[in-house]
């Protein structure tokens, strides 16, 4: 408990600071106001992920998916695009924090179902995007690269949560998008948080 209580602020000062990373594109800028909100629910979302999560090494691992996350599923929820900026530094941040996971809890396994994961996350969505590139762009192949670390990392049943998840949270949005803004079927809409809040959920529950 004291562990996350630790990293909830953090977390939140981490979101905080990634949050300038949105302004590297003038196609993604968020506004100001939104800067503090995302940065403490970032801190709130790490907190109660530490509360759940058992060992103390994968602490880093749920506050870099939390400040992260919250950051992508903005930009991509206001833009529709998930820049390059941000996932190429999540992923910088992700592999060091697994292998110091690794290290510490002694997982070394753990690495190659990473990057299994990773692979076939990748693959899965890499196909989608080839059969209707419309409905899904490189930016969500991209994520999901990222994301599979995560699920392989964490098993079986936190890899295939974050894959069906996404695709059923990411169902709901477009769902949304036609009910309440009126869309056509042909409307896109952003499949990054969807996939951003099962891949948190999965990590957190299911690992």
Same mark, same amino acid.
């Given at each position: 408990?004291?562990?996350?209580?630790?990293?909830?602020?953090?977390?939140? *000062?981490?979101?905080?600071?990634?949050?300038?990373? &949105?302004?590297?594109?003038?196609?993604?800028?968020?506004?100001?106001?939104?800067?503090?909100?995302?940065?403490?629910?970032?801190?709130?979302?790490? *907190?109660?992920?530490?509360?759940?999560?058992?060992?103390?090494?994968?602490?880093?691992?749920?506050?870099?998916?939390?400040?992260?996350?919250?950051?992508? &599923?903005?930009?991509?929820?206001?833009?529709?695009?998930?820049?390059?900026?941000?996932?190429?530094?999540?992923?910088?941040?992700?592999?060091?924090?697994?292998?110091?996971?690794?290290?510490?809890?002694?997982?070394?396994?753990?690495?190659?179902?990473?990057?299994?994961?990773?692979?076939?996350?990748?693959?899965?969505?890499?196909?989608?995007?080839?059969?209707?590139?419309?409905?899904?762009?490189?930016?969500?192949?991209?994520?999901?690269?990222?994301? *599979?670390?995560?699920?392989?990392?964490?098993?079986?049943?936190?890899?295939?949560?974050?894959?069906?998840?996404?695709?059923?949270?990411? *169902?709901?949005?477009?769902?949304?998008?036609?009910?309440?803004?009126?869309?056509?079927?042909?409307?896109?809409?952003?499949?990054?948080?969807?996939?951003?809040?099962?891949?948190?959920?999965?990590?957190?529950l299911l690992a």
């Amino acid at each position: 408990m004291v562990a996350a209580l630790i990293i909830a602020p953090v977390t939140a *000062g981490l979101a905080y600071a990634l949050f300038a990373l &949105a302004g590297r594109d003038p196609r993604t800028v968020l506004p100001e106001r939104a800067r503090l909100p995302l940065a403490l629910l970032a801190g709130v979302l790490a *907190g109660a992920g530490g509360a759940v999560t058992g060992e103390w090494w994968t602490l880093p691992l749920v506050g870099c998916l939390a400040a992260f996350g919250v950051l992508l &599923a903005a930009i991509d929820a206001r833009s529709k695009l998930l820049p390059n900026a941000v996932l190429v530094r999540f992923t910088a941040v992700t592999i060091p924090l697994l292998l110091l996971a690794a290290g510490a809890g002694g997982h070394w396994g753990g690495l190659l179902g990473a990057a299994a994961g990773a692979a076939a996350l990748f693959a899965v969505y890499f196909v989608l995007a080839l059969i209707n590139p419309a409905g899904m762009g490189m930016g969500d192949v991209k994520l999901a690269a990222v994301l *599979g670390l995560f699920g392989g990392w964490a098993g079986a049943s936190a890899w295939l949560g974050t894959l069906l998840g996404g695709f059923l949270l990411g *169902g709901l949005a477009g769902l949304a998008v036609l009910l309440f803004r009126r869309g056509s079927r042909g409307s896109t809409f952003p499949f990054g948080p969807g996939m951003l809040l099962a891949a948190f959920a999965s990590f957190v529950l299911l690992a």
